[in-house]
């Protein structure tokens, strides 16, 4: 007899069965909502600007957002661009207005494989000479490589708090 059947007075077997019953129980009963509610796992910036990639994430982009003292001002493109193939590839950003068009001209920047490019930094600064929208706004943004395209909603950040002393030399420092 275990402890606890004696406490009971009840035959051992019985006890046995009883609490393996309970266990089972709870378990199935801790367990259904995980069985009946299947878990959502979604993927978001946790930061202020946008990720997104191209050419089945050969080419990603990461923290993308443009930083502005206002509307109708000059404003610089921010974040992170790498590629993961086994090739450097130029990547062209275009930064459209409502029409479509592009605002200004860039240069294509040059990714290698293994070298995150920092964009706003010298040398990999894409600037727009006036931002036709609000900070608080978005625009679209036109990524171009040989591999591939993709058009992103970018959001347009005003140059404050944080943002406030993001310059190119200041953020290549």
Known sequence: MTQ???????PARPVRALAV??????????SGCSATNPTLVETYAAADGINGSIADDTIVLRNVLLVTSGKDAAG?????????????VPVTFSVLNAD????GANSPIRVTPGMPVQLGTTGNTITVPSVPVIPGSTLQLQVDSPLGGERLTLPVVLKQGHYASW???AVSG
């Open 21 to 30: 019953a309970a266990a089972l129980g709870l378990g199935l009963g801790l």
């Open 167 to 169: 310059t190119p030399e």
């Open 100 to 103: 479509g068009s592009a605002i």
């Open 76 to 88: 610089t493109l921010y974040g992170v661009v790498s590629t993961r193939g086994s090739q450097s």
């Open 4 to 10: 606890l059947s004696r406490v009971a007075g009840l």
